[in-house]
């Protein structure tokens, strides 16, 4: 049975101890129904037949006895003439009754040996009216109390049938009805007992194994909620490790960025003064056709000129080294995001894309910059010997126009350089955004995975309580090793019917 209510829902278990007991009742109810049918149809037949017949002899005693005391009363010599008058209608009235009410028990079917006792009443009856006939016409006290004898023997005649009838046969069938009634009654309540013993002991039995198995159950999933609690705070745990863990690299990282920021910022200033160098020397190129024009005379302004572009290819020169600088630190920053990057995982691997990107544009920097200081090398040679030709500017005239081509060519070169400069700066500054916004929700991704820690910690706590409520209720609720006896108190007694 454990086994086939292991197989059943928590529902169809309790239905199963409800279904048994009700099956019980319906048996008991049906049992007694059919048990009580019976009785009722002993109880109308007694009630019918029986009864009425004895009422009938109890009231035809009566009438007689009734008339009996009047008969006396009337005879009496103390009786007054209206007590007299007074008793001899009162005997007329209960002497007619007993012949009426005898008229309808004669009417009644005879009991077996009722037939013979029967057929001695109306004699006696009639013996009985005779007498008290001749005690109205007696004249004397001599002749009223021989009469008056006689008719108490006749009176007592009548009385013996009726005694006869009800002691031996009528009575003795009412008391046999009401054995036969009490006894169905006690049998009936006898069996309901014992079918309803069995039956709650047949529904404790399947209860007892209903709620073991239920509690079982429980005890099962109580474990598994104990189990799951366990785990739920043991990833809770690592989970807000690893979020902490995260937000501090992501705190890292958005310095990194920042850092990156500020040196694409430098960066993005050294190429303005680029440009603004750049600019000067478009002028100084400019300036220089105009003195290949009037080289002669003024020769002394050509002098100063390219002592004036000796200084700005030293400063140029400066900044190729403050460049040169930049370029190895974004080198160095790139390089950092990098391995930071590789630190973050899956979170960082568009950080590292950018790092790379950030590491080209300082390579290709570096490239710029030594290529700007091998022209600005060209220039300052070009420039020695224009100081030690000046005294030649007029026979290298041409010589200057070459050069002035020359210069130009540079010019355009430094500025395409310079556009693409400031077109990686701009990259790059976007890209550091980039950078800075994603490693902010990388920290609020951080912030929440932490709250979400703490949450199902909470949760995994409340889940243990849950498991603890449910371990002692079914503690209190776990059944004794079998069903308790169901006693039920002894059947009373039916009273006989009386």
Request: no cysteine; charged share 20%.
């Amino acid at each position: 049975m454990s086994k086939l209510l292991d197989n059943l829902t928590i529902r169809s278990r309790v239905l199963a101890v409800v279904g048994s007991l009700l099956a019980v009742l319906v048996v008991v109810v049906a049992m007694a129904t059919v048990s009580l049918r019976g009785t009722s149809r002993d109880v109308d037949a007694l009630a019918e037949d029986i009864t009425p017949s004895v009422m009938l002899l109890l009231n035809i005693d009566r009438d007689a006895y009734q008339a009996q005391l009047a008969l006396e009363r009337a005879v009496d010599p103390v009786s007054t003439e209206p007590t007299v008058e007074a008793a001899w209608a009162s005997f007329d009235e209960n002497s007619a009754q007993v012949a009426e009410r005898w008229a309808q028990f004669a009417a009644t079917s005879p009991e077996p040996g009722e037939a013979a006792i029967r057929q001695q009443f109306m004699p006696a009856y009639d013996a009985w009216i005779a007498t008290a006939g001749e005690l109205a016409d007696a004249t004397t006290m001599l002749e009223r109390g021989s009469i008056g004898m006689t008719s108490d023997t006749r009176f007592e005649e009548m009385r013996a049938v009726i005694d006869d009838i009800s002691s031996n046969i009528r009575e003795p069938l009412v008391d046999t009805a009401s054995h036969d009634v009490a006894d169905q009654i006690d049998s009936l309540v006898t069996a309901n007992l014992v079918l309803l013993v069995v039956g709650l002991a047949v529904g404790g039995v399947v209860a007892f194994f209903a709620v073991r198995s239920i509690v079982g159950g429980v005890r099962s999933a109580v474990a598994a909620i104990d189990r799951s609690s366990i785990g739920l705070s043991a990833v809770s745990s690592q989970v807000g490790a690893s979020a902490e863990e995260t937000a501090a690299q992501s705190g890292v990282v958005s310095s990194s960025a920042e850092e990156v920021s500020v040196s694409v910022s430098t960066v993005a200033t050294a190429v303005e003064e680029m440009t603004s160098s750049i600019g000067e020397i478009a002028q100084n190129a400019a300036e220089a056709t105009r003195v290949s024009q009037e080289a002669v005379d003024v020769a002394g302004s050509t002098n100063a000129t390219v002592a004036e572009l000796g200084d700005s290819s030293a400063q140029i020169g400066q900044v190729i080294e403050v460049i040169t600088s930049i370029a190895e630190q974004t080198n160095l920053l790139a390089l950092n995001a990098t391995i930071e990057a590789a630190r973050a995982g899956e979170a960082g691997k568009g950080f590292a894309v950018v790092a790379n990107e950030v590491k080209d544009l300082a390579k290709q920097t570096a490239d710029a910059t030594e290529e700007i200081g091998s022209r600005i090398a060209a220039i300052q040679r070009d420039s020695g010997e224009a100081v030690t030709a000046i005294e030649r500017i007029q026979e290298v005239i041409a010589r200057v126009a070459d050069l002035q081509t020359t210069i130009a060519s540079a010019v355009e070169e430094q500025t395409a350089t310079t556009n693409e400069i400031s077109r990686n700066v701009t990259e790059a500054a976007r890209g550091a955004g980039e950078i800075a916004e994603n490693i902010s929700g990388v920290a609020q991704a951080a912030q929440s995975t932490s709250e979400g820690a703490v949450a199902t910690q909470q949760a995994a706590d409340e889940l243990q309580k849950v498991a603890g409520q449910l371990r002692k209720l079914v503690e209190r609720q776990r059944p004794t090793d079998g069903p308790k006896s169901l006693r039920s108190p002894a059947p009373t007694a039916v009273p006989a019917f009386s």
